[in-house]
């Protein structure tokens, strides 16, 4: 008996001694030092959301241009600024929410950040950690946008998408390209899928590695998806210009609000665990 009450009382006591350790884990704060090297990059550009509040503006921009006339997708939303209703940073996570609210003409409201003149590139490799929301009618997306619009507008400067994905579709991961050739509204998109059954209920690795002749993109280092240099034309390549990234979720529009909007859904959140840009060494 003493044997089995001395084995119980060590037992009980390895076991806090674990979830303390777990707690304390789970607290500390990564650090660029402590994040993983990429073979030939160098980590250029980061956001690990550590600290509580608003997204640190030295780093991210809000966008709203597009309210007035739905961002060209007919999009239900309206995208806030600096509204930690909308757009938080807790217990290490970036959360951009997106909720069923009256506000300015609208019946829902959401975020969209962007990097531009605070996180612009010339090819690189870029990591998101994110966690999806669930329910019909959302339509997260991880991108990125010409800065300077050098060869004009939308598509001709190009648009990369490094995950979409739409609530009524929810497992399917979408990665695409758009250019002045290649493009969804006149059917010759180019783009892949792959399935994630589980991106509501745990993270993944959203990549995206871009170079002066290929973009792949990988959903936890399996690649899905290749766009090559097929010419040096911008109509087909308007890849060679500094784009910046954008992270948002929008309610509604032509494609995720195909099958129409649950309105039992909100509060909805799109959760980053970290942001992280690297570029190859010279």
């Not at 980590?43 to 739905?70: C, H, M, Q, R």
């Not at 959360?95 to 829902?108: C, D, H, P, Q, T």
């Not at 006149?186 to 589980?198: A, F, L, R, Y």
């Not at 060679?240 to 494609?255: I, P, Q, S």
């Amino acid at each position: 008996m003493k044997l089995n009450q001395r084995f119980l009382k060590n037992l009980f006591s390895l076991m806090v001694v674990a979830l303390l350790l777990l707690v304390a884990c789970k607290n500390v704060k990564t650090t660029e030092e402590s994040i993983p090297s990429k073979k030939g990059f160098k980590l250029v550009w980061n956001d690990e959301f550590n600290d509580a509040g608003l997204p640190d503006s030295s780093k991210w921009s809000y966008d709203t241009i597009g309210n007035a006339f739905g961002w060209g997708n007919h999009e239900l939303q309206l995208y806030t600024v600096a509204r930690e209703k909308n757009v938080a940073v807790s217990d290490g996570t970036l959360k951009i929410k997106a909720v069923k609210e009256k506000l300015g003409g609208f019946n829902y409201t959401s975020a969209r950040l962007i990097t531009k003149e605070k996180g612009d590139w010339l090819y690189g490799r870029f990591e998101i950690s994110a966690k999806l929301p669930d329910g019909r009618g959302l339509w997260p997306a991880i991108w990125m946008l010409p800065t300077d619009w050098e060869y004009g507008g939308w598509p001709e400067s190009g648009e990369i998408d490094i995950m979409e994905n739409v609530g009524y579709d929810p497992y399917n991961i979408v990665a695409s390209a758009h250019t002045s050739n290649y493009y969804f509204k006149i059917g010759t998109q180019k783009n892949s899928i792959i399935t994630v059954n589980d991106n509501r209920d745990v993270f993944h690795k959203y990549t995206m590695e871009w170079s002066e002749n290929k973009i792949e993109t990988f959903v936890d280092d399996s690649l899905y998806f290749t766009f090559s240099k097929e010419a040096d034309d911008f109509k087909v390549w308007p890849f060679d210009k500094r784009f910046h990234l954008l992270l948002n979720l929008a309610v509604g529009g032509d494609w995720g609000g195909h099958n129409g909007v649950n309105d039992s859904i909100f509060p909805a959140i799109l959760e980053i665990d970290y942001v992280r840009v690297f570029q190859k060494m010279k």
